[in-house]
């Protein structure tokens, strides 16, 4: 028998890519989890994988993880530090550099993941449908690129 499709607040932004990730980005500064589920596609596929962590399918078990890493973390501080954007009519990948800051007993501890966020245009407007984060140093700042290619 197939799983009731969990239903999701939309959220209550503007209609890009963008506004969806500023929402996303302040959901977890905030320990919002309400705010960061409404910026996820009403799908029963969406994806999400934290650093280290397994393959999150669904709502549910994105909920669930969350629910737990605020319980014990609090809010979680990220800063979006570097980010290339490829966007289409209907889809758009951001990959970023977050600068994440981790309370431990010695105090503050920086650390830095490198993400991707994909985002769909959505009946309810664009909505994240993956988020996948690798752990990365402060190196990935410093980009390598082949530059800018030219054609004939």
Request: aromatic share 6%.
């Given at each position: ?5 969990a ?6 932004v503007?209609?890009?890519?963008d506004d ?8 977890l500064?905030?320990?919002d989890i309400d705010?960061?589920m409404?910026?996820w ?5 969406i994806?999400c994988v ?13 909920r ?9 973390n609090?809010?979680?501080r990220?800063?979006?530090e570097?980010?290339r954007k ?6 758009a ?8 800051e ?5 105090g503050?501890?920086?650390a830095?993941v ?11 407007g ?8 690798s ?8 980009e390598?690129?082949?530059?800018p290619?030219?054609?004939?």
């Open positions: 028998m197939p799983r009731p499709k239903k999701l607040q939309a959220a209550t503007g209609g890009s890519a969806i990730e500023a929402a996303f980005y302040e959901a500064q905030l320990g705010k960061f409404a910026c596609a009403d799908e029963d596929e994806v934290y650093p280290g962590g397994a393959r999150l399918v669904g709502a549910q078990a994105i669930t993880v969350l629910e737990h890493m605020f319980a014990n609090g809010a979680i990220i800063t979006p570097r980010v490829v966007q289409a009519l209907a889809s990948v951001h990959n970023i550099v977050e600068r994440i981790v309370m431990t007993n010695e503050p501890h920086e830095w490198v993400a991707t966020n994909v985002y769909h245009k959505t009946a309810q664009w909505r994240l449908v993956a988020h996948h984060a752990p990365g140093t402060a190196q990935d700042l410093q390598a690129s082949a530059g290619q030219v054609l004939h």
